[in-house]
């Protein structure tokens, strides 16, 4: 699993375990700290407002196709739960702070690329994350 491969303490597959249960469990009842919902898939919207903590926040990145229904009441509002649209990006700020965090040694992305292409070949590579085959592809250009 490449999220345990660059260090992740606990890995959840939401198609294998109740994904909410699983986060109560692990964090003692409380939920997380942070949501950081990237997808747009409408539960996994859903089920990231369920296990936020109360107080936590919320930063919404994904765009989903379709209206996704909330318990306001008690994922949001009775938390007290901060929660914030991402359109776009803080690019310098997050260049110094990945910057620091590669010099660091803190951050390994070589598992993120489990797949390298010559440019060239971007028409194979695109099939293959196409079809579920690769997650991401480094193109490179030349040999």
Not at 118 to 125: D, P, R, S, V, W
Request: glycine share 12%; proline share 4%.
């Amino acid at each position: 699993m490449m999220a345990k491969t660059m260090g992740a303490d606990v890995v959840i597959n939401p198609a294998a375990e109740d994904s909410v249960a699983r986060i109560l469990r692990e964090t003692d009842g409380t939920g997380v700290d942070a949501l950081l919902e990237m997808s747009g898939n409408p539960t996994a919207i859903q089920q990231g407002f369920k296990s936020l903590r109360a107080g936590g926040r919320a930063s919404l990145l994904g765009i989903p196709t379709e209206n996704v229904p909330l318990d306001l009441v008690n994922d949001v509002i009775f938390k007290g739960a901060t929660v914030q649209g991402i359109y776009g990006r803080r690019m310098y700020e997050t260049w110094v702070q990945m910057t620091a965090l590669l010099k660091a040694g803190r951050l390994n992305l070589e598992p993120l690329f489990g797949e390298k292409a010559q440019l060239e070949n971007f028409e194979g590579a695109f099939a293959k994350l196409q079809g579920g085959l690769a997650g991401k592809i480094l193109l490179f250009p030349g040999a």
